[in-house]
């Protein structure tokens, strides 16, 4: 069956960067658009940034706009989430999700999900 496998999570010092990694199989990539999701404790998950099947559009939460880039590639099934300027605000689980066709932001639209990783900014 289809599996996004998040990676690149870890505890970062404000001000901080990381890179997520997730690395899909099953699936015609090139096919599905990307996209990041959060979520903080006792928080609902939000949308954080989305990317087409072929790269050509991107859109981003308005919280991360300026300081999160999401790009793919498709020759490896891997979509990454390039975060810089972190704030403690960012801390939360990441999950990567993929929906077959267009862009999405709301994440009932997704089909597939990942485990998730960890991201923790300190102060």
């Known amino acids: 069956q289809v599996q996004l496998v998040e990676s690149g999570g870890g505890l970062v010092q404000a001000g901080g960067s990381l890179r997520l990694s997730c690395a899909a199989s099953?699936?015609?990539?090139?096919?599905?658009?990307m996209g990041w999701f959060r979520q903080a404790p006792g928080k609902e998950r939000e949308f954080v940034a989305a990317?087409?099947?072929?790269?050509?559009?991107?859109r981003y939460a308005d919280a991360v706009k300026g300081r999160f880039t999401i790009s793919r590639d498709n020759a490896k099934n891997t979509v990454y989430l390039q975060m810089i300027s972190l704030k403690p605000e960012d801390t939360a689980v990441y999950y990567c999700?993929?929906?077959?066709?267009?862009?999405?932001?709301?994440?009932?639209?997704?089909?597939?999900w990942g485990q998730g990783t960890q991201v923790t900014v300190s102060s």
């Open positions: 099953k699936l015609r990539f090139s096919s599905y658009a």
């Open positions: 999700a993929a929906v077959l066709g267009a862009t999405r932001t709301s994440y009932s639209d997704y089909a597939y």
């Open positions: 990317i087409s099947g072929s790269a050509i559009t991107t």
